[in-house]
């Protein structure tokens, strides 16, 4: 018992680009414009932020390729992200975990995501035994990675080199992870959002986040414009 309670809460840590049209959640546009890509990108973010404020932490970090905008809730610390290919930007967010402290380490690409979802797994009485946790993505990526006792050397170990975006990139970091002799936990698996079709099943899953109600609004105005168009 005295294990558990002093046992020290994880860092949680968003790597995320700002909402910026053209920048951002490019593989939606079409059917979307850039524009409204960049607000399904910010809705997802604020979606994320807000369900890891409800998840029992030490720190909250904000790795930001980009500038924060008023969509950015209080109590995260932002740091920017390096530069580099994702395996090298996903390697250093962990460098700014503290030590001492399990640390997970999530994208802004799965606005479903609950809070249970991490809060369960992190817990201080199921965290025994666990090296580190793993999310795998449906595209055979994967959205989430989570380190017991995180480091610089340790994420760059695991991360540098995998390749990024490929249905083998979640294979890749398990093999990584058995090769370092980590003891690892599965977490569920999400989609990311990428394509319209998988913005369309995310939506559907999370009914009343934001992304949801983004996606309704926009679908909304596309149906508007083609009634115009048919009727002029």
């Known amino acids: 018992m005295r294990a558990v309670l002093a046992a ?18 490019t593989r939606l546009t079409p059917p979307y414009s850039p524009e409204q890509a960049a607000a399904l990108a910010e809705a997802a973010l604020v979606d994320t932020l807000r369900t890891l404020d409800t998840v029992p932490a030490g720190r909250r970090l904000l790795v930001l390729d980009g500038a924060p905008g008023p969509w950015l809730p209080p109590g995260w610390q932002v740091v920017p992200q390096v530069s580099g290919g994702l395996d090298a930007r996903l390697a250093a967010a962990f460098a700014h975990a503290p030590a001492g402290a399990p ?20 817990a201080a009485t199921a965290r025994a035994g ?35 975006s490929t249905p ?11 090769e370092a002799g980590l003891a690892v936990r599965r ?40 009634r115009a168009g048919v009727t002029g």
């Open 187 to 226: 977490l569920p698996e999400l989609t990311d959002v990428d394509t319209a079709a998988d913005a369309d099943q995310v939506a559907a899953e999370a009914p009343d986040g934001a992304f949801a109600a983004r996606l309704r609004e926009l679908r909304e105005l596309r149906d508007l414009g083609r």
């Open 130 to 164: 666990a090296d580190a946790w793993y999310g795998p993505a449906a595209d055979g990526g994967f959205w989430a990675l989570g380190l017991a006792r995180p480091s610089a050397e340790l994420a760059q170990r695991l991360l540098a080199g995998v390749p990024m």
């Open 103 to 122: 640390a997970l380490l999530v994208g802004m690409d799965t606005p479903q995501l609950r809070a249970e979802t991490l809060a369960a797994p992190l």
């Open 8 to 25: 020290p809460p994880p860092t949680l840590l968003v790597i995320a680009k700002a909402p910026v049209p053209g920048r951002v959640k």
């Open 168 to 178: 083998r990139t979640g294979a890749a970091l398990l093999e990584r992870l058995a």
